[in-house]
């Protein structure tokens, strides 16, 4: 079994097992998770480690971008993929926004089906506003 997902089962198996803790309360709002909720923390992704920096791929096994970040909409559902494309040692590099709705992760790897390179070249770059990066 992965390390991560043993992980992953111990916190439930931990939370499932625990007594009934409420969440931190600072005035009227709550911080952190409360019980319940920990084990869909333990079952979701984590961005940082299995997201961010990963290649796409298109359905042709052909390398087309890397993930370089996430954006997530002011209503807080995650939006879309920044990827990365063309260039080399950042000269020539074109950033696209792309819906997260429209990858699938297959065998492993992050696909986009119908992207090439040079799709992604005619895209609009995408550009960090005032609060972005």
């Known amino acids: 079994m992965h390390t991560s ?3 992953s089962w111990a916190l439930i198996l931990y939370a499932a097992s625990a007594p009934a803790i409420r969440a931190q309360v600072a005035g009227s709002t709550t911080l952190g998770v409360s019980i319940s909720q920990i084990s869909e923390v333990a079952l979701g992704w984590s961005a940082r480690r ?3 920096g990963r290649a796409v791929f298109n359905e042709k096994n052909e390398k087309i971008g890397t993930v370089d970040d996430l954006i997530i909409a002011p209503d807080k559902a995650l939006s879309y993929a920044i990827i990365g494309a063309g260039g080399f040692v950042g000269l020539g590099r074109h950033d696209v926004a792309i ?7 297959r065998n492993g790897k992050l696909v986009l089906n119908g992207a090439t390179r040079d799709a992604i070249k005619a895209l609009p770059p995408f550009e960090y506003g005032q609060g972005g990066r």
């Open 5 to 7: 997902r043993l992980s």
């Open 50 to 52: 299995q997201i961010l």
């Open 99 to 105: 819906p997260v709705n429209q990858f699938e992760e």
